[in-house]
């Protein structure tokens, strides 16, 4: 069994500002970890994904997150806000099982306010 | 590549009547399908797990006779919800996981249907 929670269901920064949105997972066998963004009334973008490689992993719109087994933490982080940054971010955890597929499980979003 | 459409983007329908929302892999063939639901300002719950050919797989405490899940090609997976309630209305997403997949669970999200029941 899998669970995601996410601290902070709302995170104000300014334009500029590191952005620091925190994930922390439970997983009874090795995890694969995603960040998701939602934009409203729009499905899931992938922004990024921990598979078992590097354990700094780095995405799309200059996102990166830090897999850290020692904490069961997988924080993501952007050194400088932009206003488009402004969405949901949802941190999603699923079985690593060997090529498996397997739903998601979903921690409860934070959403991310950009402050001019 | 990797596109997943959903069809309708919104639709609302009366108490008691029944909807079918279809989900596509545009650009790829994916044995198999995932449907989830997500209420307003909550995060998405895996209802069921779809697989080309044979009967979907649903989660705790989803009606799989209120939640019909067809997945009859490697490129199209619908959901009918069932006389449908105003409880039912939701944001409802899919997503697909291509049969030449890498190992990670990789999937890919349509951009959603809005159920609204009145």
């Known amino acids: 069994a899998q669970s995601v929670t996410q601290l902070g269901s709302h995170v104000s920064v300014s334009e500029g500002a590191l952005v620091l949105l925190r994930c922390n997972y439970s997983s009874s066998v090795p995890p694969y970890l995603f960040w998701y963004v939602q934009y409203p009334n729009q499905g899931l973008q992938l922004l990024l994904k921990?598979?078992?490689?590097?354990?700094l992993v780095k995405g799309i719109n200059g996102f990166e997150a830090e897999f850290k087994k020692s904490e069961t933490s997988f924080h993501l982080t952007k050194p400088s806000a932009h206003m488009s940054d402004a969405a949901e971010y949802f941190c999603?955890?699923?079985?690593?099982?060997?090529?498996?597929?397997?739903?998601?499980?979903f921690g409860k979003g934070t959403h991310l306010i950009i402050q001019p | 590549g990797a596109v997943v459409s959903q069809h309708p983007s919104r639709v609302i329908c009366k108490s008691g009547t029944s909807v079918k929302i279809e989900c596509r892999s545009l650009?790829?063939?994916?044995?198999?399908m995932f449907w989830y639901r997500q209420f307003p300002k909550q995060s998405l719950m895996l209802m069921a797990t779809?697989?080309?050919?044979?009967?979907?797989?649903?989660e705790q405490g989803v009606e799989k006779d209120k939640f019909l899940i067809n997945h009859a090609s490697l490129t199209l997976s619908t959901l009918t919800v069932t006389s449908a309630h105003p409880e039912d209305s939701s944001f409802y997403i899919c997503?697909?996981?291509?049969?030449?997949?890498?190992?990670?669970?990789?999937?890919?999200f349509g951009p959603g249907t809005r159920l609204t029941v009145l």
């Open positions: 650009d790829f063939q994916a044995t198999t």
């Open positions: 999603a955890v699923s079985a690593n099982s060997g090529g498996g597929a397997d739903g998601l499980t």
């Open positions: 779809s697989n080309e050919g044979s009967k979907a797989t649903y």
């Open positions: 921990y598979t078992s490689a590097a354990t």
């Open positions: 997503s697909a996981r291509p049969l030449r997949s890498a190992s990670y669970n990789e999937q890919f």
